[in-house]
């Protein structure tokens, strides 16, 4: 029961996380590039007295096609002062239907995730490790979603750089 209300606690907290992350990705925060590696960035942030670092990329392709003139985003986040390490998210910048389960696909591998505005992440945050693990040996990871209008949706991100940008970000945040 416990478990529970952590599980449900994390995901109240999760929208003002990513929420956070996101202008510093866009360039409206402090963040800092720590570096590039493929087609993966690595970045921290002080908001107040909380450090933030992430890894992030950008999707390499999108459809339906009318999509495209907004970006989709992956995050591996740490912030120290959260307790939180390694938070998997995606910004994908339209509006997603929240009564839906989507996925995340990397090879084999196939994750159940949730929605809340224009954010997903893990619908059980308990599967970070394993998704993680996932990412470092993936090539490449699909996201499967529904738009609020009820259209599927598809993004696709290489994992190549990844293993690099998420141990800067990681270290960076120690």
């Not at 839906?100 to 505005?117: D, M, N, P, S, Y």
């Amino acid at each position: 029961m416990a478990a529970m209300a952590q599980q449900k606690a994390q995901q109240k907290a999760r929208p003002a996380a990513a929420a956070a992350a996101a202008p510093a990705a866009a360039g409206q925060g402090q963040a800092i590039l720590l570096e590039t590696a493929g087609k993966w960035q690595a970045f921290s942030s002080q908001q107040g007295r909380a450090k933030v670092c992430y890894a992030l990329s950008k999707a390499e392709s999108r459809l339906p096609a009318n999509l495209k003139d907004v970006e989709g985003l992956l995050f591996v986040a740490t912030r120290p002062t959260e307790g939180v390490r390694n938070e998997i998210s995606f910004v994908l910048n339209f509006d997603l239907k929240e009564d839906v389960e989507h996925q995340a696909i990397i090879g084999t591998e196939r994750f159940a995730l949730v929605a809340k505005g224009q954010n997903m992440w893990l619908k059980n945050p308990a599967e970070e490790p394993r998704m993680l693990d996932s990412l470092r040996k993936g090539s490449a990871l699909e996201i499967k979603g529904t738009s609020k209008r009820g259209n599927p949706t598809a993004d696709k991100y290489s994992l190549a750089g990844m293993n690099q940008a998420v141990k800067r970000a990681e270290d960076a945040c120690k």
